[in-house]
């Protein structure tokens, strides 16, 4: 799991609606100010922050980089909320400018993506899908609210590093326990199933080896395999044995087109 908390463009505008900022116009690039990981399932949270050296190092995100580079480099699934898009990007920006090469390749489950394309929530924010769906509660009253909170931060203000913090780790628990209850409905999810006996396949989705038969996988290019569904997450999932087409199986799949 991975979230991170990014720092704005400083910019020198000329007004306030409608702009097109040039980039001789910024003062300050954008910069990563903390990022909050855990290991699915595992309870403790990886957590660090810019804050601490000063207001000038502040947005000096380098020290942030190779632990972040370990973590992606260790991981085979990362997981988050917009990852696809925002986080992995980020970070890819950051390494590449900090001299880093690429980290070896993961898998992405973006809790984003897969709230958009299998449900009809009516706003797929984690601030709103994290309560609909697991026991993640509201925000309580927050110090520095909004953007207060960015630039107490870029100050080096020890109580506002402290909120980011809070917040930063209680979203990464949020997105976790969000992604733990989407699982088995995400179809096409990276296997986690280290085990190859196809005699005794483990949940694609979650790797238990509680799996019940249930019925047979018929695929469009032809072939019906055994179809299990996993009774520790609930996903549904299709072995590798290609089952012999007998006569009686022949009926049902005509029954069933
Ligand atoms: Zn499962």
């Known amino acids: ?47 660090a922050d810019t804050g601490g050296r000063g ?7 380098k020290i942030l ?22 986080d992995a990007k980020k970070v890819n920006a950051k390494m590449i400018a900090h001299g880093l090469g690429p980290p070896s390749p993961y898998k992405v489950v973006d809790t ?6 299998h449900f009809a929530f009516t706003s797929n ?26 630039k107490e931060c870029l100050a080096d203000n020890p109580a506002a590093w402290r909120e980011m913090k809070k917040y930063n780790k209680r979203d990464v628990v949020a997105t976790e326990k969000l992604y733990l209850k989407l699982r088995p409905w995400i179809a096409g999810h990276p296997s986690v199933s280290v ?33 299990f569904q996993c009774q ?7 072995g590798k044995t290609l089952l012999r087409t007998t006569a009686s199986s022949k009926k049902q799949l005509v029954s069933i087109t």
């Open 232 to 238: 520790g997450c609930g996903a549904w999932s299709r």
């Open 65 to 86: 980089m190779r632990p972040l580079w370990d973590l992606l480099d260790a991981a085979d699934i990362v997981i988050g909320q917009n990852l696809r898009k925002f």
């Open 1 to 47: 799991m991975l979230d991170i908390e990014t720092a704005p463009i400083e910019a020198f505008v000329w007004g306030l609606f409608d702009q097109n900022i040039g980039i001789d116009f910024i003062k300050n690039d954008w910069s990563i100010l903390s990022y909050a990981a855990k290991w699915v399932g595992s309870k403790k949270i990886i957590y």
């Open 125 to 150: 924010k984690l601030a709103f899908t994290s309560r609909l769906l697991t026991d993640t509660p509201k925000d309580e009253h927050k110090r520095f609210a909004g953007f207060e909170l960015w």
């Open 112 to 117: 984003l993506l897969v709230s958009r394309k």
């Open 195 to 227: 085990h190859e006996d196809p005699e005794s396949p483990t949940c694609p989705h979650c790797d238990s080896s509680k799996m019940q038969r249930r019925g047979v996988s018929v695929l469009r290019a032809g072939g019906s395999y055994p179809r």
């Open 55 to 61: 207001v000038r190092k502040v947005r000096d995100d």
